[in-house]
Structure formats: structure tokens, C-alpha cells
């Protein structure tokens, strides 16, 4: 059941993302919260059912404007979710609830990864994001599929030291060779930060417009 929030038109701009060998890392708008409803209880009753989405609709709301919610009222997985319009309310929801205890249940909260999201579909991110409600539940059993997921990213994420960066260059870099200069030059100071780079030249995959960045093993 899909609950509508603010009718204000989407935010969800295109961010630069994440990958490790390929792999795609990207956070979709989607929190999750696991333990907002007691897990392995089913909500019967329709009155207390719209009660529990109205309180995490409100709750949503006070962080930023929602696109909508969900709670699988007879999963028994004790998942809830929300969609932003604005990925920086993703962040911030995360970072206010995880943690918290309400009706006496400490609620651990994350975000869906862009690639959790499409588990098990043939179709493209955009697809599964439009269809959210749809593809959630399938792709979502329960919060081991989650916990795996974040498990497998950050595994993966230390294991191999080659990070891509997509969506991170414009068509002006490409067409200037100054300003694709400076751009590679913001992106290795930026990546400096996070570990010793391997090498000082950044690679640049014209066909996907993507920076490769390649770290020495111990790097963060």
C-alpha cells in the first residue's frame, strides 16, 4: 500500500556515483527503517494500520517533503519505508533515526542501494524507482537481503582499491581541454583525501564519462 506525500514537484537529480570494479554503488532516495513495527506480527486491524503510516509519514515529513511510503502491513518483516524527493533528506533521515527507540524498539535505519532495488528485475534503475512499491517488496523479503547487500558493498568496497566515479564530468569538460583539466584536478584533490592514489593521471572512459581512480591497498 502506497501512501502519497507533498505533491512538490521531484529533486532527485542525477548525483555522481559510486562503483568498485563496475559495480554500481549509487544510493537510491529510499530509506528503510527495521523495527518501526514489531517484526513478525502482521497488522490486521485497518484503523491501526493507517495510525502507524500516518505516524511515519509525519515523521518523514518533519526531516523533508516525501514522495511516498510504505509499510507491507502482512510481511512480518517489521520494514518500513520511505521515499524523499531530496537526497539530501536521505541522509539526514538516516542520521536523525538510526537508533532511535519508539514503542520500545530500537529502529536501525539505511538506505536502499540502487542495485538492491533492482535485484531479480530486468529492467533499468529509472524503471524500478517509478515502480518502487513493486520492486521493494519483491527485492525485499526481509532485512537480510538488506543486510547483505551493505555487507557485500562494504566487502567489495576493501577488497578492491579501483573506485569509478560516474556521472561526475560535464560535456564542457570534454569539449575544453581546460576545463577537463581543472575538472581531474578537483576530482584527485578530492580523492587524495580518502587514501593514497596509485597513480597521479586519472584514467577518463570517454564512452561512459567516467573517472577511474585506483588506490594502494591500505586506503580507505
Request: glycine content about 6%; some cysteine.
Amino acid at each position: 500500500i502506497e501512501q502519497k506525500g507533498s505533491t512538490t514537484k521531484p529533486n532527485e537529480a542525477k548525483l555522481p556515483q559510486l562503483s568498485v570494479a563496475g559495480v554500481i554503488y549509487a544510493m537510491s532516495p529510499i530509506v528503510y527503517l527495521h523495527g518501526f513495527i514489531e517484526e513478525g506480527e502482521a497488522i490486521d486491524d485497518d484503523d491501526e494500520y493507517e495510525e502507524i503510516v500516518s505516524d511515519l509519514q509525519d515523521m518523514a515529513e518533519n526531516v523533508g517533503p516525501i514522495h511516498s511510503t510504505l509499510i507491507p502491513r502482512h510481511a512480518k518483516n517489521g520494514l518500513a519505508f520511505v521515499r524523499f524527493r531530496n537526497m539530501e533528506d536521505v541522509n539526514a533521515a538516516k542520521d536523525c533515526w538510526d537508533g532511535m527507540v519508539i514503542g520500545g524498539l530500537k529502529v536501525k535505519v539505511g538506505v536502499i542501494t540502487q542495485r538492491l532495488l533492482q535485484k531479480g528485475s530486468n529492467e533499468g534503475y529509472d524503471y524500478c524507482l517509478n515502480n518502487w512499491i513493486e520492486t521493494i517488496q519483491r527485492a525485499v523479503e526481509s532485512i537480510d537481503d538488506i543486510l547483505i547487500d551493505e555487507t557485500s558493498v562494504s566487502y567489495e568496497m576493501t577488497a578492491c582499491p579501483v573506485v569509478v566515479l560516474s556521472n561526475i564530468l560535464t560535456e564542457d569538460d570534454f569539449e575544453d581541454e581546460g576545463c577537463m583539466e581543472e575538472s581531474l584536478e578537483d576530482i584527485r584533490m578530492l580523492a587524495s583525501q580518502f587514501g593514497s592514489l596509485s597513480s597521479e593521471k586519472l584514467h577518463v572512459d570517454s564512452t561512459s564519462q567516467a573517472v577511474h581512480l585506483s588506490y594502494f591497498g591500505d586506503s580507505n
